[in-house]
């Protein structure tokens, strides 16, 4: 079985994932852009049921989102740090913030969204998908994930 950790900055929260994520992906919109205060973010999709908190206490906040929807994100009481995002109308599944894994490593970006506000001094490699808005999941999840995907809705 897959088991990875991973844990905030101050390290109050540590958390456990049991299986690989859905999809990673790295996006370079705006709100990203302003959320982690950097060039993009690092999100992995997957089951909620497959991350358990270990320790610490998490705290909601609201966020806008693209789709005009907003989001909740799951933030470290003490530190702050996202840990995971949620999205109306997918309650069973989570976006993980990559990069608080212990090794982020693991999960490298597989494709590149909304590339179209993407800050023009990032160069993006040619060997990963790059989207100028968001992808069509059919066309690059793998057939896997698609299915755990589809599995999750229910």
Not at 4 to 15: A, K, T
Not at 85 to 98: E, I, P, R
Not at 129 to 137: E, G, H, K, N, Q
């Amino acid at each position: 079985m897959t088991k990875h950790n991973g844990e905030c900055s101050c390290g109050q929260v540590q958390y456990t994932i049991n299986s690989d994520p859905i999809f990673t992906h790295a996006c370079h919109c705006t709100l990203c852009q302003r959320y982690s205060a950097s060039a993009f973010i690092v999100h992995s999709l997957m089951e909620k049921t497959n991350f358990s908190l270990e320790r610490g206490n998490l705290i909601e906040t609201m966020g806008p989102s693209g789709s005009g929807k907003g989001h909740t994100i799951k933030r470290c009481q003490t530190c702050g740090d996202q840990i995971y995002s949620q999205f109306s109308g997918l309650d069973n599944l989570l976006v993980l913030k990559t990069t608080t894994l212990n090794d982020a490593n693991r999960y490298p970006p597989q494709a590149h969204i909304f590339v179209k506000s993407k800050l023009s001094w990032l160069k993006i490699c040619d060997d990963i998908p790059s989207f100028d808005a968001f992808y069509r999941r059919e066309e690059i999840y793998s057939s896997e994930s698609i299915k755990r995907f589809k599995i999750a809705l229910k």
